[in-house]
């Protein structure tokens, strides 16, 4: 008996696996990162990106080889910010459950609020606008906000507000954000596992106590910035992964994310 046991675990591991393995193909993946390269767009003290060729090209002994040393700041590009980024003894990078990151996606669009003051704060007044055409958000689930944002990518000008770097052009940042109480009454209210959007910053571009922040990541709640391709995205009915670089103790990192929608 000791030895049937473990083989038919083993048929029904392999079983589910492959299940699993062929029902991802019934559906579409929609990538939603911007590429990492050099006018990738980040916050205007961190350092941007930078690619270094090691070697590129034939190599003395007859086959091609290449190899790149890679720079860049943890917060730019599409990119998780841990909850440690704003709150003291949060989760780093790293420490993020692979299971808060992967889950139900849910879309807000919000570019038609947004009028000529860039500094919009989406409030709690658009999420219930988005339920009452599609239902109340499902706990656990990671909601994103389509602001419009990404049709400016990568102009700094358009994107960011301005296109100078330092201390100085922090003052000059322009772009919508997620209002505090909309990201409470999404932790509180929803039990949501993450948000994300498509602007630089889930704060507004002129917040300067970054309120957004601080509430979602004293509860251990990571946002996910620069999101790409929303416009590709259902409303709802969606899984999003968002997987970003493990950097231990990192306050945030470059991520890929994605999306797979099932057909329907």
Do not use: C
């Amino acid at each position: 008996m000791p030895y049937y046991i473990p083989l038919t675990l083993t048929l029904l591991l392999l079983s589910a696996a492959n299940a699993a393995a062929e029902g991802f193909p019934q559906g579409r993946w929609v990538d939603l990162s911007h590429d990492f390269a050099d006018d990738t767009l980040y916050w205007p003290t961190a350092d941007k990106f930078a690619k270094t060729t090691v070697f590129a090209g034939e190599t003395e002994k007859g086959y091609y080889y290449s190899a790149y040393n890679l720079a860049a700041a943890e917060h730019g590009g599409t990119h998780v910010d841990a909850p440690v980024h704003f709150g003291r003894d949060r989760q780093s990078v790293d420490k993020i459950p692979l299971e808060q990151l992967i889950g139900p996606g849910v879309v807000v669009r919000v570019a038609d609020r947004i009028g000529r003051d860039r500094n919009y704060q989406i409030p709690i007044a658009d999420i219930e606008r988005w339920e009452k055409q599609h239902g109340v958000i499902q706990h656990g689930s990671i909601v994103l906000f389509d602001t419009g944002s990404a049709q400016f990518w990568p102009d700094p000008v358009k994107y960011l507000g301005t296109a100078e770097r330092g201390e100085a052009a922090v003052a000059k940042l322009n772009f919508p954000g997620l209002s505090p109480e909309a990201a409470q009454f999404l932790v509180e209210k929803r039990g949501v596992k993450a948000v994300g959007l498509d602007t630089p910053s889930i704060d507004y571009g002129a917040s300067q106590m970054f309120e957004t922040h601080r509430a979602l990541f004293e509860r251990n709640i990571p946002a996910l910035e620069n999101v790409a391709n929303l416009a590709e995205l259902p409303e709802k009915g969606f899984t999003l992964i968002a997987l970003p670089m493990k950097i231990r103790g990192g306050s945030g990192g470059p991520t890929r994310v994605v999306a797979f929608l099932p057909e329907k």
